[in-house]
């Protein structure tokens, strides 16, 4: 009896079934890798906004005091209010590489996420943040951010923008709107 040449339809469908699970594992390795690129990178600009708020917070240094309180008048050495009330992200984007452009007192990159400044009261303290409010909400971009965050002394932000405090390792589930904040300076009060 003589066979015909070719693959039956089981052995058809075993192949099919074999290079669909393989693809639904790379599909998910690669979308692990993107957010995990996208977390990196959010850190990375928001220490490229650290230092940038650094350079211009030391070519202000003449009308800020050490309690971060701006000067009042160039007569006497009053102080008071608070200069990061003051200073918006448009303010600190000169001392910033191109891709970034102006949206009111905020600034956005390329992606739609929104960059701000902020000046909290925690613990008897004033500290100044950069704020960077994500264009999305993306649970594997957050869980990257909160795994990292102790390390970078990122804050997460409730939707009222209210401080909730520095992330560690334990404090990882805290409140997460579509922001996370760097901390610049601390100022004692």
């Not at 030391?58 to 701006?70: Q, R, S, Y």
């Not at 957050?142 to 939707?159: C, I, M, Q, T, W």
Request: some cysteine.
């Amino acid at each position: 009896m003589c066979r015909k040449k070719g693959f039956t339809l089981v052995e058809l469908l075993i192949v099919i079934v074999v290079i669909g699970v393989l693809s639904a594992m790379m599909m998910l390795s690669s979308t692990e890798a993107v957010s995990s690129a996208k977390a990196t990178n959010i850190i990375n600009n928001l220490r490229n906004w650290k230092t940038a708020a650094l350079e211009w917070y030391a070519d202000h240094t003449d009308i800020v005091n050490d309690k971060g309180k701006i000067k009042t008048s160039d007569t006497d050495n009053s102080y008071s209010g608070n200069f990061a009330a003051n200073v918006k992200a448009k303010d600190i984007l000169p001392y910033l590489g191109a891709g970034l452009k102006e949206d009111g007192d905020n600034v956005k990159d390329s992606s739609g996420g929104v960059y701000q400044t902020d000046f909290a009261e925690v613990n008897n303290k004033h500290i100044w943040c950069i704020i960077y409010t994500m264009p999305t909400e993306d649970e594997r971009i957050k869980e990257k951010l909160e795994a990292r965050a102790a390390n970078v002394l990122l804050r997460n932000k409730a939707v009222n923008n209210s401080d909730k405090g520095r992330y560690t390792a334990a404090q990882a589930t805290g409140v997460w709107a579509k922001a996370v904040a760097i901390e610049v300076i601390q100022f004692d009060n």
